[in-house]
């Protein structure tokens, strides 16, 4: 028996998965979770910011079609805009409100469970957005709206958290970053299928809206044959045999004892907790930087400026001389930059780091709103300035894209201990939903008092958002949950008894790996000894 275990383990010694965890590979379940989560969730989203900017006359005509058949007289022009303006905010409300039960889903059905029930959501919103003018309802509209961003509101936290779940922490950022593609995927889908040749006439502008059940059914074909997130089976299921098969199927081999034990050593530090409500995360101590970082990133995530740019955009075309027929085809240069900026964030996040990117993105967008101002405010004098004010929502774009659009997901899973994560997610979703409805409502007004110096606010927002990073976040990069948490403990002034408690599970752990392979005749590094997660 002794023999055969050798011969067993001998190919482990040799494998990159032992000697160099930092080398953990992909594997075709880790990805197929990564690709048709994102699809069926973060894509959703993206698609859903941009799909109403191309039909937006005609829905407005069935508007009034539908109040003339209703009341036999036309529509008034503030009903109409109040009408249009109700079915475009209310899709931040349902994202406010999907926010506020993910808590609650994730506990009963879990994170892949949630996901799962997520896409019914999806599904009842595209029949009501779909039929809604085969109905005569400009109500089915409106509800369509209001559920489709309920179900952005559970994936946009759900889907982060099953991602860095299930990651390896050498990957955890590479992974997650799928969740910013296919948000940016998801704007660039809409402006494409948003263009007259496809659904962008006043025949199909419906079917623009019944795309939304492609990508949830999609991910309803794939998605039940993945595994259930091991942590979250391990440490609150406390189901050990199910928790070690999603382990073998993300990580690609049979032995994953260092990946339970460190999960182990974990529950162990964190054998007092119980996972804990939104009130008693605020109330926490020993959390208090890593939410207020939260809370701060997820505010400049939306208050950075990079929706209110819109409103801009289609004007600042016109002034450069293009026609109106080929704005459409010239606003896909945007969405094709933020699509291409995230994908390139998602191959350097492992080697760049976290914080380097969000601090870069956010300096970078302050000094594209810089330049913007200037262009702005000198195009009427020179023809080609708004060229350079173009180049300049570009450059934005990108900027956005290259940390700010997709790292603040990330980091809410890596900041926090699985007790305190749904919470967490919680708290960040509310921020984030809360800040998109604010920029909706009240920039429009800020526009209007101060014209293109409005962009300056966003400045503020930038720059304090980048001093904010730089004096305050760590490096998460290549970090277990743990010391992620450790690296906060005196910032946040808790006791060393706590930090000692975590320290000592992880030297256990250490000491058990040890003992086991040095039973097998294999004699490990520090390093080979690391979990991979």
């Given at each position: 028996m002794e023999k055969n275990t050798q011969i067993k383990q001998k190919p482990h010694r040799?494998?990159?998965?032992?000697?160099?965890?930092?080398?953990?590979?992909?594997t075709v379940s880790l990805i197929s979770a990564a690709f048709f989560g994102a699809l069926g969730s973060s894509f959703l989203y993206g698609y859903n910011l941009s799909v109403v900017n191309a039909p937006a006359a005609y829905i407005k005509t069935f508007y009034n079609k539908t109040w003339m058949n209703r009341y036999q007289e036309p529509i008034g022009y503030e009903?109409?805009?109040?009408?249009?303006?109700?079915?475009?905010?209310?899709?931040?409300?349902g994202g406010l409100v999907g926010a506020l039960m993910v808590s609650f889903l994730i506990k009963v059905l879990g994170r892949k469970g949630t996901l799962l029930a997520n896409n019914v959501l999806a599904l009842i919103a595209a029949l009501l957005l779909g039929l809604g003018e085969t109905a005569g309802s400009f109500e089915m509209l409106i509800i369509g709206r209001f559920i489709i961003g309920m179900d952005s509101g559970v994936s946009l936290s759900v889907l982060p958290m099953y991602l860095g779940e299930i990651s390896p922490r050498q990957i955890r950022g590479f992974i997650g970053q799928f969740h910013s593609?296919?948000?940016?995927?998801?704007?660039?889908?809409?402006?494409?299928?948003?263009?007259?040749?496809?659904?962008?006439?006043?025949?199909?502008?419906?079917?623009?809206?019944?795309?939304?059940?492609?990508?949830?059914?999609l991910q309803l074909c794939v998605l039940p044959f993945l595994p259930e997130s091991p942590r979250?089976?391990?440490?609150?299921?406390?189901?050990?045999?199910?928790?070690?098969?999603?382990?073998?199927?993300?990580?690609?081999?049979?032995?994953?004892?260092?990946e339970?034990?460190?999960?182990?050593?974990?529950?162990?530090?964190?054998?007092?907790?119980?996972?804990?409500?939104?009130m008693d995360l605020l109330r926490k101590r020993a959390v208090r930087w890593q939410l207020i970082t939260v809370v701060v990133v997820m505010s400049c995530y939306q208050l950075c400026g990079l929706n209110a740019i819109w409103y801009y955009t289609n004007g600042i075309f016109e002034d450069a001389g293009f026609t109106k027929s080929l704005i459409p085809y010239i606003t896909l240069s945007t969405g094709g930059i933020e699509t291409l900026a995230a994908i390139i964030s998602g191959l350097v996040i492992e080697r760049v780091g976290r914080r380097p990117l969000l601090i870069f993105g956010f300096s970078s967008m302050a000094v594209c709103f810089s330049l913007l101002t200037v262009f702005l405010n000198f195009q009427d004098r020179f023809s080609w300035m708004p060229y350079l004010s173009f180049v300049s929502i570009l450059a934005l774009i990108a900027s956005f894209c290259s940390g700010p659009g997709g790292i603040p997901f990330v980091l809410t899973g890596e900041l926090f201990e699985q007790a305190n994560r749904p919470a967490a997610f919680m708290i960040a979703g509310t921020v984030n939903w809360l800040a998109n409805f604010a920029v909706g409502l009240l920039f429009p007004f800020i526009q209007e008092a101060l014209q293109t110096f409005a962009f300056l606010l966003?400045?503020?927002?930038?720059?304090?958002?980048?001093?904010?990073?730089?004096?305050?976040?760590?490096?998460?990069?290549?970090?277990?949950?743990?010391?992620?948490?450790?690296?906060?403990?005196?910032?946040?002034?808790?006791?060393?008894?706590?930090?000692?408690?975590?320290?000592?599970?992880?030297?256990?752990?250490r000491r058990l790996q040890t003992d086991t392979h040095t039973a097998n005749g294999i004699k490990h590094t520090d390093t080979e000894m690391e979990s991979s997660f």
């Open positions: 040799d494998n990159s998965d032992v000697k160099a965890p930092s080398e953990q590979r992909l009903t109409v805009t109040l009408l249009w303006s109700v079915t475009v905010s209310i899709f931040a409300i593609i296919f948000i940016c995927l998801g704007v660039f889908i809409g402006q494409v299928l948003g263009l007259p040749e496809i659904f962008g006439q006043e025949s199909r502008w419906n079917f623009l809206f019944g795309f939304l059940a492609v990508p949830a059914i979250f089976l391990l440490m609150e299921r406390r189901d050990e045999a199910r928790a070690e098969r999603a382990f073998q199927v993300f990580l690609g081999r049979t032995d994953v004892s260092r339970l034990e460190e999960v182990h050593a974990e529950s162990r530090a964190q054998s007092t907790q119980r996972s804990v409500v939104a966003f400045v503020v927002v930038c720059v304090a958002g980048a001093v904010y990073l730089l004096l305050v976040l760590p490096e998460t990069k290549n970090k277990t949950f743990m010391e992620i948490s450790q690296s906060f403990a005196k910032m946040n002034g808790v006791s060393d008894q706590t930090d000692t408690e975590m320290q000592d599970a992880l030297e256990r752990s």
